[in-house]
């Protein structure tokens, strides 16, 4: 059964809106927990690690303003895109570790008019 | 920094026929390398991975995978490919001080159809 539990799957929203993407462990607490995008015909890129009850460790060249994560409770990290923007547009997808495993959500598309 | 090439955008296999996804990776020391199968709406799931010992590494539905250092490879192969097996393959490599931080670097992935 799912490990991860990412939603939306798909949002498409204007320019200048911001979305928030959650991304739910299932059945285990997850003290950290990353974020990944995937531009168009591009690797998968980590962004930035969420921590549970403190601060998000950001990746070389992510906006922290941009990209505000939240780890409020040990199964739920949210990632928002403030005041999105078209080139915001990409696949964002979450993971979780257990037991030296990773466990991959099943993403989100955001498309950004 | 380490990299990960999967050379093929796009790959057409029929059902019952053998397959091979290449990646080749870049990286000084010895890496850790995983390959991720991605079904539509679906999260990414771990086939196999190779950290150290026997290079040729079985993986779940019938996946295996050989570490070949001279040739900084690290190809997916099954013998005979069923029509669920069509998703997005994704190599990828970290090294072993990394894993920990999960800075995994991923290929661009190789997509995967099945004909009858």
């Known amino acids: 059964g799912a490990v991860v539990s990412q939603h939306p799957s798909r949002v498409i929203c204007k320019s200048g809106t911001s979305v928030k993407i959650e991304c739910r462990s299932l059945?285990?607490?997850?003290?950290?927990m990353f974020w990944y995008r995937q531009f168009p015909k591009q690797s998968l890129m980590l962004m930035a690690t969420?921590?549970?009850?403190?601060?998000?460790?950001?990746e070389q060249g992510v906006e922290k303003d941009k990209f505000l994560i939240n780890h409020a409770s040990l199964t739920l990290s949210t990632l928002t895109v403030t005041s999105a923007h078209p080139e915001d547009s990409s696949f964002y997808i979450c993971?979780?570790?257990?037991?030296?495993?990773?466990?991959f959500g099943s993403g989100t598309q955001l498309s950004v008019l | 920094a380490q990299s990960v090439t999967q050379p093929d955008i796009h790959i057409t296999v029929s059902e019952g026929a053998s397959l091979e996804l290449r990646c080749n990776y870049s990286y000084g020391a010895t890496p850790y390398l995983f390959w991720y199968v991605q079904s539509p709406g679906q999260g990414l799931q771990l086939l196999l991975k190779?950290?150290?010992?026997?290079?040729l590494v079985q993986g779940i539905k019938g996946f295996e995978a050989e570490f070949k250092r001279s040739q900084s490879s690290f190809n997916l192969r099954k013998p005979s490919v069923h029509w669920s097996d069509a998703a997005e393959y994704f190599c990828?490599?970290?090294?072993?001080?990394?894993?920990?931080?999960?800075?995994?670097?991923f290929g661009t992935g190789t997509r995967l159809t099945i004909i009858p």
């Open positions: 990828a490599v970290c090294s072993s001080s990394n894993f920990g931080n999960e800075k995994l670097t």
């Open positions: 190779y950290f150290s010992g026997d290079t």
């Open positions: 993971s979780v570790r257990l037991q030296e495993k990773l466990f």
């Open positions: 969420s921590n549970e009850g403190s601060k998000a460790t950001y």
């Open positions: 059945d285990f607490q997850a003290t950290t």
